[in-house]
Structures are given as structure tokens and as C-alpha cells.
């Protein structure tokens, strides 16, 4: 996959919709009744870039405070989603032990993969950095997740949703109607190529996760230093 020319794609789509107020509102965001929950595989990127990120989302605030914005606690890359959410899913009934041999095998010792942050795209329910990896270490890892789940008979449903190949990060989700739409798609515009920073990533988390992967209902499984 050509990683510039699906995020730019994605973001002309994303914005033609957006435009013609064809975007998604997310009514489940402040919902207390939301019990969405999964099993997810995230890398964080590090502290220095989720800087960049908070200030690069100070204009945006001014301009559509309503909006939803991730704090640095929240911002995650997905690597894989080993349990999709869905409502009420119960993580004392599956062997946390399993998912963590499972995945530690996926993840080989000297794994040398660095994410560079640069530039934003769309969806039509918020907006996210964009990610490029140095390498293809990221797929490989994500192709031994699928063969050894898909070969256990543990709960999983990787891929159920799409298949995951990008390395990109989302930072706002609209939970309100945009009220001032042209200031802020022109501020998206003038933002496209914004440079975030590239770090290098030296532990994956294995997580218990909600739909927004927020602090509060997150509780970490096991971390992976390789």
C-alpha cells in the first residue's frame, strides 16, 4: 500500500463529505450507557510528539471548542484490534495468559521500526496524524498476529472491522455539529503537511480498551519491550 496516497485520498473523500455536512456525529462519546469494550495491541508515541499534537489542536479548539480532542493520556496507534469492541464484553471470561503468550510471540526481540508523524487526514467522523513507518516491520508484526490468532481457538476478530495497514493516530472526533465548518476546514487545509516528529517505538501494549481508548476505562494487560 502507498501509505501518502491512501491518506490523501482518504482526506479529499473525508473533506467533499464534511463539506457537505455528510459528516458522522458521534452520539456514543459522552454516552455513560456505552459499554463497548475490546482487546487491543497499541503503540504510544512518544511524549515530545503528543506536545506537538496538543499544541497543533489549540487552534482547532478556539475555532470548534464542542469537538472531541484526545489528551496525551489517550493517543495511541492501533496495531491491531485482537478483540473488537462490543457492548458488554466480559475480559474475566477469556485466558489473559493466552493473548499474551500469543502476541509475545508475534513481537521478535531488535525489532527496528521508527513513525514519522507528518501531516494530518480525515475521516468523516474526525481527523487523525498521519503515520509512516521506516520499514515493514509493522506489517509483519501484524501478519504474524493474524496467522497465530486465527490458528488458536481463543475470542478474537482481527480484521472483523477493516483490514488495518496504516500507521495513523486519531485526534478529533466530532460529538457536535461543526459551527464555524469553513474556518475550520480551511485551518485543516492550511495544516495538511504540519510535522509532528518521528520517534522510535520500543514497547507495544497489550490493553483492555472502550470504543475512544481513554485513561479512565483503560486497564494496561502487558507491555512488550522489544
Not at 482487546?39 to 489549540?58: A, D, G, M, V, Y
Not at 513507518?133 to 481463543?154: A, C, G, Q, W, Y
Request: overall charge positive.
Amino acid at each position: 500500500m502507498n501509505l501518502e496516497n491512501h491518506y490523501k485520498k482518504l482526506y479529499h473523500e473525508s473533506i467533499n463529505k464534511i463539506s457537505s455536512d455528510n459528516y458522522h456525529i458521534d452520539t456514543l462519546i459522552d454516552s455513560k450507557n456505552d459499554r463497548r469494550f475490546g482487546l487491543t495491541l497499541i503503540i504510544r508515541p512518544s511524549n515530545e510528539i503528543k506536545k506537538k499534537i496538543q499544541n497543533f489542536l489549540k487552534n482547532f479548539k478556539e475555532i470548534e471548542p464542542n469537538q472531541y480532542y484526545y489528551p496525551n493520556s489517550d493517543i495511541h496507534i492501533t496495531v491491531m484490534s485482537i478483540i473488537s469492541c462490543y457492548s458488554d464484553f466480559d475480559m474475566s471470561k477469556i485466558d489473559v495468559q493466552k493473548y499474551i503468550d500469543l502476541t509475545e510471540k508475534c513481537l521478535l526481540k531488535g525489532i527496528d521500526l521508527n513513525i514519522t508523524f507528518k501531516g494530518i487526514t480525515a475521516s468523516p467522523s474526525g481527523v487523525m496524524v498521519q503515520g509512516f513507518m521506516n520499514n515493514n516491520e509493522l506489517n509483519d508484526i501484524r501478519n504474524r498476529l493474524r496467522k497465530e490468532f486465527k490458528n488458536s481457538n481463543v475470542e478474537q476478530s482481527l480484521d472483523k472491522r477493516y483490514l488495518i495497514q496504516t500507521a495513523h493516530s486519531t485526534i478529533i472526533r466530532f460529538r457536535k455539529e461543526l459551527s464555524q465548518k469553513e474556518k475550520f476546514l480551511e485551518l485543516l487545509d492550511n495544516s495538511i503537511n504540519y510535522d509532528f516528529g518521528t520517534f522510535k517505538v520500543n514497547k507495544f501494549e497489550l490493553v483492555y480498551n472502550d470504543w475512544y481508548q481513554r485513561e479512565q476505562y483503560v486497564k494496561k494487560i502487558h507491555e512488550f519491550v522489544v
